[in-house]
């Protein structure tokens, strides 16, 4: 998808015009935030025309709530005046559901990396009338990684 195939998308869903050199900007921000949440695609989603048919969708969404409201209010009174917008209201790019789609189509695997930890806890003597602080005496806290 181009700039402004993406442009049009954006305006036919937001009835609002996009002006090109905004929705460079934008994209470029948004991009970078994708990249952060698949970090397995980092060198392969440069551009929006390297993006799959669904992140497309996401940045589509993304982008029009950006045009619709952006200082992101959820709710403003003017005077006597007040409207409620039905925002994610979290202050961030994109909502949680848009961000497990970009997870699921990298299919990065996850970017947490774990290590082996292990603590050996003593036998339970269930006859001992403390029981905690039996276990607190002969608790081994040996962290091997």
Do not use: H
Not at 88 to 115: H, Y
């Amino acid at each position: 998808m181009t700039l402004e195939e993406l442009a049009q998308a954006i305006e036919d869903r937001t009835g609002q015009p996009v002006d090109l050199a905004w929705l460079a900007q934008v994209v470029a921000e948004i991009l970078a935030y994708v990249r952060l949440l698949a970090p397995c695609k980092i060198d392969i989603w440069q551009t929006i025309e390297d993006l799959p048919p669904d992140i497309i969708a996401v940045v589509v969404a993304a982008i029009s709530r950006i045009l619709v409201n952006p200082r992101g209010l959820r709710q403003e009174t003017i005077g006597e005046y007040s409207y409620t917008i039905n925002s994610t209201g979290n202050g961030d790019l994109f909502t949680d559901t848009e961000k497990r789609i970009i997870a699921s189509v990298a299919g990065c695997g996850g970017s947490f990396k774990s290590i082996t930890m292990k603590v050996v806890p003593p036998p339970i003597d269930l006859a001992t009338p403390d029981r905690d602080a039996w276990a607190e005496d002969r608790l081994d806290l040996r962290w091997e990684v």
